[in-house]
Nanobody, 115 residues
């Protein structure tokens, strides 16, 4: 059974940083596509960034230059480093794993950017 456990959310002031982690189990992590999505109140869930098994990353325009996605296959973990956070980054962030056309989701972690 695939499980995704997220951590690292919280409250941060504008301009601050947070690092989200997502640990996966029950799957061959090294060949899965990993990603982070977010959903703000009243809005649709949107892709923030994803990373292929070989390490190639894709970022939403809103994340480019501020967020960095990385993976550690030895630890079955993906990390989202978020810098220069803005109030509009406030959302629930969800870890996603795509494996053999099946998508799995974490429970979500709240990120709030506010002074």
């Amino acid at each position: 059974q695939v499980q995704l456990v997220e951590s690292g959310g919280g409250l941060v002031q504008p301009g601050g940083s947070l690092r989200l982690s997502c640990a996966a189990s029950g799957i061959i992590f090294s060949i899965a596509v990993m990603g982070w999505y977010r959903q703000a109140p009243g809005k649709q869930r949107e892709l923030v960034a994803n990373i292929m098994s070989g390490g190639r990353t894709t970022y939403a325009d809103s994340a480019k230059g501020r967020f960095t996605l990385s993976r550690d296959n030895a630890k079955n973990t993906v990390y989202l480093q978020m810098d220069s956070l803005k109030p509009e980054d406030t959302a629930v962030y969800y870890c996603n794993l795509l494996y053999k056309s099946t998508s799995y989701w974490g429970q979500g972690t709240q990120v709030t950017v506010s002074s």
